[in-house]
């Protein structure tokens, strides 16, 4: 792979194919995004999560299911992956490390049963050959994330300070917001190398 | 305590599960069938004392039931209840009547002679119906009764097993509240809930089954009180007595083979001595009780306010913001968002109904987890279905569907189906599913009608109005979610202020 494919994915996923806001894969947990630090530890998670679940899911999606035309089947396969990956590490932590383990359980929703890591999962092995293009691309794909994160949880924060219409309030401003922030993304979409 | 107890009784191995203490040869008399009419009676036939000379037969004269008090403070037996004949010759420190009793000074179970035999087994037969569904009860009435069912199981095995002994333990084991007098009639019926009460209060704190308990607790009562004559009140009050035995020494023997449940078997009349050894054999009803509480009834949700709730007043898509992926990934058309919204009404019902009946036997992060997999498999054969109905909508969908169903929608709905009745659950997927289908086609078209100017694939342009591509876009349908939300939420705050306001005028 050279290195200006390796540019081409990145900067697609990142900028112009972002994740986020051209899928809006993984919007709704920015939507309330309230607390930065709680915001970042997640998006930390999920990126870590998107790296982890598509490299994971590559060999099998390559080995087991598209030999043998499965591809149907991807949907349960990748959540069974997603979450081994989520579950068992936090059983262990639970076992090994009780006080940082705990910290797992505030996180109530899944983090690696998402919608964000299952379509990066899914989206990543149909569109890249090989296991360089899909280590960088789950790279990038986590960096666009955490990007969009960044950004959206910053715009939703000073949007607190707004006065909007009183049926504008909270969620229907953030997607305003977003959509806003996502037709900027789009901006992107001429970059060609 | 069980310990000492067996030791007492050399002929009964210690540890002896309580299947083995059924199996000891209980020789059934003639008169059992006749007495018992069906298994219960036969089983509840015993050669010793108990026919003989002690207990009354069946056409003796009523027994006194005592009866313990509602509840005691430790919340464990709610309504012991049990008899001792008055003529108890054998028992020296039979109770009297009336005679009220401290349960502290009570170390052991009871034993009591009959009442209300045929009454008694009428109930008993309704009573053995639900039991084979007991842990899926549905609703609160239903548990009570294999609650009860329980307590008589666990009871009688021990009842059985206990040989002649320690009949002088009798009086000292009255309850507290007990009044003959006062409750001869009603203890038979009030007898069998004892253990089950003791459980449900031991685990489930709720209220909602004791009321239904004490409401069918004052159902039978009238029907029990006009026969108080020799038969299952033996064996209730073999139940009680070991119950409130438990009471006394909560945890034994915890490894209680289940199978004890199974085996039902009445005695004609239960001697002081046989509650002793109950006592013995039944310590451990506590424990088994901790090990398999039984599952507290599934509220029903009802069924209008769901539909209303789900279909309108809080639509997912529109107020709970649940699945703004579908909505703006894969809904840019109207056939593409009815399909979508129609592949998570199917993944949603699906999940919604296996939460309900799972429920809290798995921990709940496992069972999230679970609904997640067994959404993506429904999505897998919707993917499937869509591409030999819909191709082309298929293609359009493309990756979405999977993820579509294993959207937030899922799992938004699984914990209110984890603790509802499973047709409550059903009726709240399907009245989310379908608001969500319907938001969701509404959005679909609108977004349609104004990106491409087509309607369902008709062509619907007019001169003059350039379609606008960037709805086409995300950037566009999160705009019109966005606005789509909010103007949903003034229209619901108008007619809740509407609503108000009307009330107001009313008043």
């Not at chain 1, 998006?43 to 030999?67: E, Q, Y």
């Not at chain 1, 068992?88 to 690696?112: I, N, T, Y």
């Not at chain 2, 209300?116 to 009570?144: F, L, Y």
């Not at chain 2, 054969?381 to 909508?393: F, I, K, R, S």
């Amino acid at each position: 792979m050279s290195f200006s494919q390796m540019l081409t994915i990145s900067l697609g996923l990142i900028l112009s194919e972002n994740i986020v806001f051209s899928r809006a894969l993984g919007l709704r947990a920015m939507l309330d995004a309230e607390y930065p630090r709680r915001t970042a530890w997640l998006t930390l998670r999920a990126a870590v999560g998107i790296v982890l679940t598509a490299m994971a899911a590559w060999p099998v999606d390559r080995f087991l299911l598209s030999p043998f035309g499965l591809e149907a089947a991807r949907a349960p396969v990748y959540v069974l992956i997603a979450g081994i990956l989520e579950l068992v590490p936090e059983l262990v932590l639970k076992k090994a490390a009780p006080s940082f383990g705990a910290r797992f359980r505030e996180d109530r929703p899944f983090l690696l049963l998402n919608v964000v890591v299952l379509g990066c999962a899914l989206t990543l092995s149909e569109i890249c050959p090989s296991f360089a293009e899909l280590a960088v691309g789950a790279v990038s794909a986590a960096l666009g994330y955490a990007l969009a994160s960044v950004i959206l949880s910053s715009v939703l924060r000073r949007t607190r300070f707004a006065e909007p219409p009183a049926c504008f309030e909270g969620a229907p401003l953030a997607l305003v917001s977003a959509a806003l922030i996502a037709l900027a993304f789009a901006g992107f979409h001429g970059l060609h190398f | 305590m069980a310990d000492k107890r067996i030791d007492d009784v050399p002929e009964i191995p210690e540890d002896q599960p309580e299947t083995e203490g059924n199996g000891i040869d209980i020789p059934v008399p003639e008169e059992a069938p006749a007495r018992g009419r069906g298994r219960r009676g036969r089983r509840r036939a015993e050669p010793s004392e108990a026919d003989s000379g002690l207990l009354p037969e069946s056409g003796a004269p009523a027994g006194t039931v005592y009866t313990l008090g509602p509840q005691n403070e430790f919340g464990d037996v709610e309504d012991v209840s049990f008899e001792s004949s008055s003529e108890g010759a054998d028992e020296p420190s039979a109770p009297k009547k009336g005679a009220a009793l401290d349960i502290s000074d009570i170390p052991n179970a009871v034993a009591a002679p009959d009442a209300s035999k045929s009454s008694g087994k009428s109930r008993k037969r309704k009573k053995r119906r639900p039991a084979q569904p007991r842990n899926t009860a549905a609703a609160s009435e239903k548990t009570s009764v294999p609650a009860a069912e329980d307590s008589e199981q666990y009871s009688v095995p021990a009842a059985q097993d206990a040989p002649a002994e320690e009949p002088a333990s009798v009086p000292e084991e009255l309850p507290a509240d007990v009044n003959a007098s006062e409750n001869a009639d009603k203890a038979p019926s009030g007898a069998p809930e004892t253990s089950a009460d003791a459980e449900v209060s031991a685990e489930v704190a709720d209220a909602a089954p004791k009321a239904a308990r004490s409401k069918r607790r004052e159902k039978r009562r009238p029907t029990q009180a006009d026969r108080p004559d020799s038969g299952d009140a033996s064996s209730e009050a073999e139940s009680s007595g070991a119950s409130r035995d438990a009471v006394s020494s909560p945890v034994e023997e915890s490894s209680t083979p289940a199978k004890k449940s199974k085996k039902k078997s009445r005695r004609p009349a239960a001697q002081a001595e046989d509650a002793a050894e109950d006592a013995a054999e039944t310590t451990d009803i506590p424990s088994e009780a901790s090990e398999k509480p039984p599952r507290a009834p599934k509220p029903k949700a009802p069924a209008a306010s769901l539909l209303l709730s789900g279909i309108l007043t809080e639509n997912p898509l529109l107020f709970g913001l649940v699945g703004v992926f579908p909505a703006v990934a894969a809904a840019s058309t109207g056939l593409t968002a009815l399909a979508a919204g129609i592949c998570v009404l199917a993944a949603l019902i699906v999940t919604n109904l296996a939460a309900s009946l799972i429920g809290d036997r798995l921990p709940r992060r496992l069972r999230e987890a679970l609904m997640l997999l067994l959404a993506a498999c429904v999505s897998s054969g919707e993917l499937l279905a869509l591409e030999a109905l819909l191709p082309e909508t298929a293609d359009a969908l493309g990756i979405f569907v999977p993820l579509v169903a294993v959207c937030g929608l899922t799992l938004s709905r699984e914990s209110f189906a984890a603790e509802h009745h499973p047709v409550s659950a059903l009726i709240d997927a399907a009245a989310c599913g379908a608001g969500f289908t319907a938001a969701l086609t509404l959005f679909g078209v609108i977004r349609e009608v104004i990106a491409s100017r087509t309607l369902f694939g008709l062509d619907i342009s007019v001169q003059g109005l350039p379609p606008v591509l960037v709805f086409a876009a995300p950037a566009g349908g999160l705009l019109l979610l966005g606005l789509l939300s909010g103007a949903a939420r003034y229209v619901r705050t108008k007619r809740r202020a509407s609503k108000r306001g009307s009330k107001e005028a009313e008043l």
